[in-house]
């Protein structure tokens, strides 16, 4: 298997959802732009979101096994993705890049 590398391309918020929609939380996410992670073997990084591992998990597993080209050519790099997590208050988007 490939490693991939996983980096945070962007955090944003949205605090009128927050404020409309969401209860008060203490914590809720960590990611920071720029932050680089790799996954060995399709495995979660140490320091990774668990949610967010849940939305990149299946096109990282797909490049960790060499394959790619999503959706006939979605990405410029055909081995590469960008995903966001499933966060509708805080979305983070990550790229996803095999490493050769």
Known sequence: MK???ITVMRVTTYPDLMEQYENPISHACDMREGTSFVSHAAQMPEG???SAW???YPFLKTLAEG???FYDGWMKNPHSALIS???GFRPVSFLLETVE
């Open 3 to 5: 490693d991939v590398k």
């Open 48 to 50: 990774f979101c668990d």
């Open 54 to 56: 849940e939305s990149v």
């Open 67 to 69: 394959g790619g080209n």
């Open 85 to 87: 997590c499933n966060d």
